[in-house]
C-alpha cells in the first residue's frame, strides 16, 4: 500500500505504476461557486512546517509520520531505487525507528561499497519466521579480497551507529564483478 | 450523518496541539509525561525532525531550517503514538483506524498527561488531520464516479490527465478562526494495473490562542465533526460502497 502523494515530477510521470485518470465532463453542475476569501498563510501564521521533500507548495508535514516518510523516500530518490515502494513505506511506518536511520545507511552504503548503479532498496522476508528486513541490494566492481574489505568497513561503519533491533533491520547484500 | 466503514481509507490521523512558548523547555518534562502513558505507550523513541519553515515578518520573507527533538511514545504495535518535543504534542494513529471511540480517548490521556507536566500558557495551533488512501481496481480512474470534489478540466483541455493535485482552503468556526484544508491527489497504488489517490483532510487552528487550553478538546471534537461532514460530501455513494459502510 503507498501512503503518498505521487509527485508532479518527471520519475512520477513516467513510473509506469502510475495510473491515469479520465476527466468525465457530463452533466456538469451549475451550482452557485462562492470564495476565495483572504486567508492567511499557516506558515506564515504558525511557522508551520512545510514539506521540504513534496514538491506540492505549502504541502505541509506538520507532525504526520506518512507525510515525514513520504518526503524522505522522495529525497532519498536520488541516492537509491526502491523496490515495491510501498511495501517499503509500509515497513518503516512499523518500524518507525529505522526511517531516521534509513538515510544514514544509505549514504555509508554508497560510500564504503561504491555501487556501480543506484542500490536498491527491498524488503526481505523469511517466510519461516515471518521476520522481515530491508535489504540493500548492491552491484560492485573489484576482486573478492578489495570488496570484502569494502563490505567489512561498511558493517563495521553500521554497527558502530546503530542500535539493536534497527541495526539487525537493514542488511546488505553485494554482487561482486571483476 | 454519521457512517462507519469496514474498510475505512485512512492511513494515518493526527492531532497536534502546539503551544505558546513561555518559559524555556525543561527537560524532565518528556519522562514526566512518559511515566503517565508509559501503560498504553510503552515504547520510548528520541527523534530529530528536521523542519522548514516560511515567515513574513512586515515585508521581510524569512526561510528557516531547524531540527526539532522530540521524543516518540509508541504502543507494542507502533501503531498510536504521542510525539513530545518543546511546546508540541501530536498524538498519531496509523492504519487500522479503529474510529473515534478509540481515537478520542487517546487524545484526552495524552494532552492531559502534557497539561499536568507542562502547565502550557496557551495554544498557538491545533490542529485535527485525516490522510486517506483509496485504490481502485481499474488502471484508469473515473474520479466523478467516487469523488465529489475533483479536479475541473475546460472543454478544450484533453481529458486523460496523469498525476494531479488539487486543494481548497475553507475558512470555519467564528470569525473564520479555523480553517479545513481539503487536498485530493493522486497516489502510487500498490499493484500495477490500479489507480489510487490520497484524500488529505486537515482541520486547523489559524488564529493564535483563539482557542483556551481548556477548550481545546471541545475543538478538537467540534474538529472531527466538521471534518466528518466534510469528508462525507467529499466522496460518492460508490465508494462508500467500496470502503463498505457499517450498519448500526
Redesign the interface.
Known amino acids: 500500500?503507498?501512503?503518498?502523494?505521487?509527485?508532479?515530477t518527471e520519475q512520477?510521470?513516467t513510473?509506469?505504476?502510475?495510473?491515469?485518470?479520465?476527466?468525465?465532463?457530463s452533466a456538469e453542475d451549475e451550482s452557485e461557486e462562492v470564495g476565495?476569501?483572504a486567508?492567511?498563510?499557516?506558515?506564515?501564521?504558525?511557522?508551520?512546517?512545510?514539506a521540504?521533500g513534496v514538491e506540492?507548495p505549502g504541502a505541509?508535514?506538520?507532525?504526520?509520520?506518512?507525510?515525514?516518510l513520504d518526503a524522505q523516500l522522495r529525497a532519498l530518490g536520488v541516492l537509491c531505487e526502491f523496490r515495491r515502494?510501498?511495501e517499503v513505506a509500509s515497513f518503516l511506518?512499523?518500524?518507525?525507528?529505522l526511517?531516521?536511520m534509513l538515510p544514514l545507511a544509505i549514504v555509508r552504503a554508497n560510500s564504503h561499497m561504491q555501487p556501480l548503479r543506484p542500490l536498491q532498496v527491498e524488503i526481505v522476508r523469511d517466510p519461516e519466521s515471518e521476520e522481515e528486513w530491508l535489504t540493500f541490494n548492491v552491484e560492485v566492481a573489484g576482486d573478492d579480497e578489495d570488496v570484502l574489505a569494502r563490505y567489512g568497513s561498511y558493517v563495521s561503519d553500521w554497527v558502530r551507529l546503530a542500535q539493536w533491533p534497527e541495526v539487525n533491520k537493514i542488511r546488505l547484500s553485494y554482487d561482486a564483478t571483476d | 450523518m454519521h457512517r462507519r466503514y469496514k474498510s475505512p481509507a485512512v492511513?494515518?490521523v493526527?492531532c497536534?496541539f502546539?503551544f505558546v512558548p513561555s518559559e524555556p523547555w525543561d527537560l524532565a518534562v518528556p519522562g514526566l509525561i512518559y511515566d503517565r502513558l508509559r501503560k498504553d505507550l510503552p515504547t520510548r523513541?528520541p527523534?530529530?525532525?528536521?523542519?522548514?519553515?516560511?515567515?513574513?515578518q512586515g515585508d521581510q520573507l524569512s526561510h528557516?531550517i531547524r531540527v526539532r527533538p522530540v521524543i516518540?511514545f509508541?504502543s507494542r504495535?507502533?501503531k498510536r503514538?504521542a510525539?513530545v518535543g518543546p511546546d508540541?504534542l501530536?498524538v498519531?494513529h496509523?492504519a487500522p483506524y479503529p474510529g473515534w471511540g478509540e481515537y478520542c480517548p487517546l487524545i484526552e490521556s495524552c494532552y492531559s498527561a502534557y497539561g499536568q507536566v507542562a502547565n502550557p500558557k496557551g495554544l498557538?495551533?491545533i490542529?485535527l488531520?485525516y490522510?486517506n488512501?483509496i485504490?481502485f481496481p481499474e488502471?484508469?480512474?473515473?474520479?466523478?464516479?467516487y469523488f465529489q470534489f475533483l479536479?475541473?478540466?475546460g472543454?478544450e483541455?484533453p481529458?486523460?490527465?496523469?498525476?494531479?493535485?488539487v486543494g481548497?482552503?475553507f475558512?470555519l468556526g467564528p470569525d473564520?478562526r479555523d480553517?479545513l484544508r481539503l487536498q485530493l491527489?493522486?497516489?502510487?497504488?500498490?499493484e500495477?494495473g490500479?489507480?489510487?489517490v490520497?484524500l488529505d483532510l486537515?482541520y486547523?487552528l489559524?488564529?493564535?490562542e483563539a482557542v483556551s487550553t481548556d477548550d481545546a478538546l471541545h475543538w478538537v471534537e467540534d474538529a472531527h465533526v466538521a471534518l466528518r461532514e466534510v469528508f462525507e460530501a467529499s466522496i460518492t455513494d460508490r465508494l462508500r460502497e467500496r470502503l463498505e459502510i457499517l450498519e448500526g
Open positions: 500500500m503507498s501512503y503518498y502523494y505521487a509527485g508532479l512520477a510521470v513510473d509506469p505504476r502510475l495510473a491515469l485518470f479520465e476527466f468525465d465532463d476565495p476569501v486567508l492567511p498563510s499557516e506558515a506564515e501564521q504558525t511557522g508551520g512546517v512545510i521540504s506540492w505541509i508535514i506538520g507532525s504526520s509520520l506518512v507525510m515525514e515502494p510501498q511506518l512499523s518500524n518507525s525507528g526511517i531516521e | 492511513v494515518e493526527v497536534e502546539r523513541r527523534v530529530r525532525r528536521l523542519e522548514t519553515s516560511d515567515r513574513r528557516e516518540r509508541l504495535d507502533e503514538f510525539q508540541l501530536s498519531n496509523l498557538s495551533r490542529g488531520r490522510i488512501h485504490e488502471e484508469r480512474g473515473n474520479m466523478k464516479q479536479p475541473y478540466l472543454p483541455l481529458k486523460l490527465y496523469g498525476s494531479f493535485r481548497v482552503d475558512p473564520n480553517v491527489g493522486s497516489s502510487k497504488p500498490g500495477e490500479r489507480s489510487a490520497a486537515d486547523y489559524v488564529q493564535p
